[in-house]
């Protein structure tokens, strides 16, 4: 028999064989009932543990998560739009269906967050990676034990040239069905800043911050031991040089830092923390006030007598709690920094003044250290910083995420509804995280000075509270706990239909500000859902916006409503 007829024997007899498995009965009835099981005792565990929690007055619905489902449907047929003819039919048939795809991918997500299985064994199995394997997770990478990295960070470095023609096109046609696409190239976004502010006779600094794996590339890698300069985005200094050409100023902090950083080896970035570590913030604003006294000519002031004093904080990373470990993990230490809190000349906390003829718009690496949701204290951060070297009151406007856009659309909104923050300015100062500028969303924003029109809704008066009932109309998006580099988020609600002691208010509609994630859980308000309705304690957004106004924050679509007098708003238990 030759080998090929040999090899084509074989051939049959495995088929036949594999055609013919044998399995016991009783095996394969185990098999059957084995499988079942743990198919159906996820959702059986979470049902049982949604019934316990709405028996204790823990969940407000009797109904278990899952079923929220039936609800999406009815609420994207609410969407707005003109059915009057053909072509309308068709434009809110697809309006419908774009907003039914993003809350059916809401709705996945919340299952996920939420399984009471899943918030067993994640952080088990996680713990099991990053302590045998060194590996991290979608958003935290693993480096020099304990240094920790931010994903999008890393991406920045190792990703394609941002400005490159190809890239932006591709950035440009990303997102879901539902999303509206982003601009990518941050210099038209920032030339046209630079023209709304010239023409109030403002000037422009900008400072693109660096990120801890271009200033300590060692801790990630042995092979960039030793590196004497920052690691670079191959599109960084075209984009510098093209900025500078048309007249806009670039503080670039890097080779700052890494000067700092050559001095005794002297660690710049926080170890679990995607930021730098006061030593360096405070560095930083001292050599940003030397460039601003070199470049920008400011009416001189009598010194304002900020003074500083030193306290010591000590926490754990958002990386490390990115990561998701049980919450006894002993992988990654708590970090102890030293701060230098900053008070006005009669020993109160350092505010910012409206009044000041210098506004910084910043993110959350100018947050950290300021803003005390974050953790790491407060008094401390890099605008202080900058204004006790300055020695002169500067104005602010922060947010934690989305530096990109987050600020200057904050600003716009401002100034639409007629509060000019502008005003008396000479000189905008523009810090964001220098990954932005790969990965953030760079949309063309108008400052244009305008008034709302009166429209019935709810406001209150500083230091005066309401007890409300409403329907909810609409609710912009919360991340996921775990997926976003902050602990803490406000989220923007539309109320409908408001009543009090069961009368009908005359403002029949109401902007809340809300409390949707703390210290990385979800609250009562982060499951409110279009058409549900509910009672919530309402106060003057005043009264808290110097507490929250800095939290990341997510508005709602409605470029109008963003105009609204807001209310921050607290659940009443039903």
Known sequence: MSDWELQERREEMARREVGHTLIRPALSRCLIVFFLFVILSVPLVQHV?????????????????VYDVFSLLPAAMTVSGDSGSPSGLLSRIFMVNRHLLKEMKGFEEALDDQSIVGRWIRPKIQYVLTAWLGAGN?????????????????????????LDSVQLKKRAAEGGEWAVPIEPDPRVAI??????????????????????????????????????T??????????????????????????????????????????????????????????????IREHVSLPPLSPFGYRAERSEMTQLGDLAVMLGLPEKQRIFPR???????????????????????????????????????????????????????L????????????????????????????????????????????????VGNWKRIDLQPGSVAQVKYLTLPAGSERVVK??????????????????????????????????????T???????????????????????????????????????????????????ALQLVEPCWGEAVKK
């Open 470 to 507: 409403g329907r909810i109309e609409a609710v912009s998006s919360v991340p996921r706990p775990g997926t976003v580099a902050y602990k803490d988020h406000v989220m923007a609600i539309h109320l409908t239909d408001l009543e009090e002691d069961g009368r009908p208010l005359a403002e």
């Open 230 to 291: 920052a690691l670079q985005n191959a599109s960084y200094e075209r984009f510098k040089e093209e900025l500078e050409r048309e007249g806009v100023l670039v503080f670039d902090a890097a080779p700052v830092l890494m000067m700092a950083k050559a001095k005794g080896d002297r660690v710049q970035y926080l170890a679990t923390d995607t930021h730098w570590r006061p030593e360096a913030v405070e560095l930083a604003a001292e050599r940003l006030k030397d460039f």
């Open 138 to 162: 979608e958003k935290a990478y693993c480096g020099v034990q304990p240094w920790l990295f931010y994903r999008p960070g890393v991406d920045y470095l190792a990703g394609p040239p941002f």
């Open 391 to 438: 020695q002169r009151p500067l104005d602010r406007i922060t947010r934690n995420d989305n530096g990109s856009y987050a600020t200057r659309e904050f600003l716009a909104g401002e100034l639409a509804k007629g509060r000019d923050r502008l005003a008396g300015k000479r000189l905008v100062i523009y810090q964001f995280a220098i990954r932005e500028l790969a």
């Open 509 to 559: 509609d109401a902007m809340v500000y809300m409390r949707s994630m703390t210290d990385n859980v979800w609250t009562e308000a982060a499951q409110f859902r279009p058409g549900e309705a509910v009672a919530i304690r309402l106060i003057a957004w005043s009264d808290v916006a110097e507490r929250y106004e800095g939290i990341n924050r997510s508005e709602l679509d409605d470029p």
């Open 191 to 228: 030339l046209l800043l630079k023209e709304q502010l010239a023409q109030r006779n403002i000037k422009l600094i900008v400072v693109p911050t660096p990120i801890k794996a271009m200033i300590h590339p060692e801790k990630l890698s042995p092979r960039y031991n030793g590196r004497q």
């Open 335 to 389: 970090e102890r920094v030293s701060l230098r809190k900053v008070f006005g000349a009669g020993g109160e906390p350092w505010q910012p003044q409206k009044t000041a003829d210098v506004l910084v718009l910043g993110d959350s690496f100018s947050n950290i250290y300021s803003l005390g949701a974050m953790g790491w204290g407060e008094g401390a951060g890099f605008i202080e910083q900058l204004s006790y070297a």
């Open 49 to 65: 543990a949604e019934f316990r929690d709405h028996a204790a007055g823990e969940r407000r619905s009797p109904l278990p998560q």
